[in-house]
């Protein structure tokens, strides 16, 4: 059985940051790409961040590139996703991901076990 859950959202004005985290059980993490998507209301589940097994691959949207940053502590099965910068636009539920691959991608369609989610509201 995998777990995730995720931590961290909260309501923060424009410009402000947030760390979100993801915390991971059962037999999948170490050995696996872990991503990070947002949905907005209304809108279609999206690609924020992705990174590689070992963490030494990272992917990022062109919507966030430069603003966030993901990572991961294997050791604490916990991934992170660092959020500067943040805009109104980045208000969304923040779900994490976990891939039964071993590539990471970017599609939602990929990812094979997913946490219940985090609100994030940015006010501006």
């Known amino acids: 059985q995998v777990q995730l859950v995720e931590s961290g959202g909260g309501l923060v004005q424009a410009g402000g940051s947030l760390r979100l985290s993801c915390a991971a059980s059962?037999?999948?993490?170490?050995?696996?790409?872990m991503g990070w998507f947002r949905q907005a209301p209304g809108k279609e589940r999206e690609f924020v961040a992705v990174i590689s097994w070992e963490g030494g691959s990272t992917y990022y949207a062109d919507t966030v590139k430069g603003r966030f940053t993901i990572s991961r502590d294997n050791a604490k099965n916990t991934v992170y996703l660092q959020m500067n910068s943040l805009k109104p636009e980045d208000t969304a539920i923040y779900y994490c991901a976990a891939r039964a691959g071993t590539i990471p991608k970017q599609s939602p369609g990929e990812y094979n076990y997913w946490g219940q989610g985090t609100q994030v509201t940015v006010s501006s």
């Open positions: 059962g037999r999948i993490f170490s050995s696996n790409p």
